[in-house]
């Protein structure tokens, strides 16, 4: 599930306000894994047996990640270092969060649904090293531009400016 909302937060640049706006207008919601734990919940209360439902829940899991894997999207996930890192702290943060309130299930669905809060909040928390970074890369290109004795044009306008590039 995480691996469709964090396409769709890269396909946003990685901006909070857009990719909500998107999972509000999209309706990116775990339908299906909200459903299973429902019926596992329900599943547990009749059989009195909590593992049965957490082994059919890790399969619904399964399936269901399984599934988005061949989900199609404009622009398809890219491994970026950035996309690395929020990954490498949302899903962790997913699963503690799963796992800390599935002594209640209906908790547990609700932070299935938070999922797209947890990647905002993430991404906020990894700002200050994204800023660094950024601020990196920027010197680097002003050293490379200051070190390039090449001739330099600048195209402006409203249209063209693309075709013209390549044609230079």
Known sequence: WTHTLLA?????????RL?????????????????????????NVWLGQPVVPLLLSAVVFGAVAARERGYR?????????????????????????ALAVWWWPPLAIAVLELAPLVIVAVNAALAPVQQRLNAGYVAEARQKLAAF????????????????KHML
């Open 8 to 16: 769709y937060f890269q396909e946003e640049d990685y901006d909070s």
């Open 19 to 43: 990719f909500m706006a998107t999972v509000a207008r999209m309706r990116l919601f775990d339908v299906v894994s909200s459903g299973a734990v429902a019926v596992l919940f329900f599943a």
């Open 73 to 97: 999207f404009k622009k398809p996930l890219v491994l970026t270092a950035r996309l690395r890192r929020l990954r490498l702290f949302v899903a962790p943060a997913l699963w503690v969060l």
């Open 149 to 164: 004795e090449g001739l330099r044009i600048g195209i402006t306008g409203s249209f063209g400016k693309t075709s013209v």
